[in-house]
C-alpha cells in the first residue's frame, strides 16, 4: 500500500468515527463529544472517559486508545483488523465505546 492509498482509507475510517459519533448522538442519549485535530479523534463520554484514535503514517497504521488497553490497526484490503487478531476496528470501538458510555453503541463502516 502507498503513503496515499494509506490516507485515503484512513480517512475514510476517521470521517466514518465522525459521522457515526453523531449519529449516535442524534438517536440516544450517549453525548460523545468528538474532537478532531490532524489525523486524530478524541472521543470523550460523559464519564470523562475518552478514546483515542490516531493516525500511524509511517508504519500503515490506525493506533485506538480505550480504558481497556491500546490496539494497533491495518488495511487487510477490506476492512481495519487488530494487528494482534483481536477484532475488526468497528466493532472493537463498539465495545470499547459502549463499556465506557455504559450502553450499546454501534459503529459502523460506510
Not at 468528538?34 to 470523562?48: A, V
Not at 484514535?53 to 487488530?82: F, T
Not at 487478531?85 to 459502523?108: I, V
Request: charge should be negative.
Amino acid at each position: 500500500m502507498t503513503d496515499l492509498e494509506f490516507m485515503d482509507i484512513a480517512e475514510k475510517l476517521l470521517r466514518t468515527v465522525e459521522r457515526s459519533c453523531d449519529s449516535i448522538n442524534e438517536t440516544s442519549d450517549a453525548d460523545i463529544d468528538n474532537q478532531r485535530s490532524g489525523g486524530m479523534i478524541t472521543l470523550t463520554f460523559p464519564n470523562r472517559s475518552q478514546i483515542v484514535i490516531n493516525l500511524q503514517k509511517p508504519l500503515h497504521e490506525v493506533w485506538m486508545a480505550a480504558k481497556s488497553g491500546g490496539y494497533h490497526y491495518r488495511h487487510d484490503g477490506s476492512v481495519w483488523q487488530d494487528t494482534k487478531g483481536g477484532g475488526e476496528f468497528f466493532a472493537c470501538l463498539s465495545r470499547d465505546a459502549s463499556a465506557q458510555a455504559g450502553m450499546r453503541l454501534a459503529f459502523q463502516q460506510d
